[in-house]
């Protein structure tokens, strides 16, 4: 998902290596030092985080939940297709509603001109009389 070389993140790597190695492969822009301490601060506090990032095409949630005992489990979903295909229904369903809008215009117009049509050929002047 972050574009690291299979096996260059082992287990019980420590968070600060991780955040160095992805900065290294181009997908992470911020501190790790500053990273790391900010999310100990709010593991500290015991209150779950979550967040989403967007880089290089993807977009990723990422949610920390502390543990007791001090320690937390951070998931990682890659979210681009999700959000990628909540933008296209977003869209029909605005496009929807743009035509929606024009039929109902359309049908007051037509109801309208019938009105008018209607009068016109019930008057003397509409029949030819007169």
Known sequence: MYGLQPGSVKRGMLLRDVLSRRKA????????DAYVA???????????????VEWGGRTVSITNRPMPGGDWVTTHED????RLTESRFASLAEREKRRAMVDEAIQSFRENVETVLRTVSNSPQGCGRP
């Open 25 to 32: 492969a181009g997908n992470f822009g911020g501190d790790p």
């Open 79 to 82: 979210i681009t297709e999700r």
């Open 38 to 52: 900010n999310i100990l601060r709010e593991i500290a506090a015991g209150k779950p985080t979550a967040k989403i």
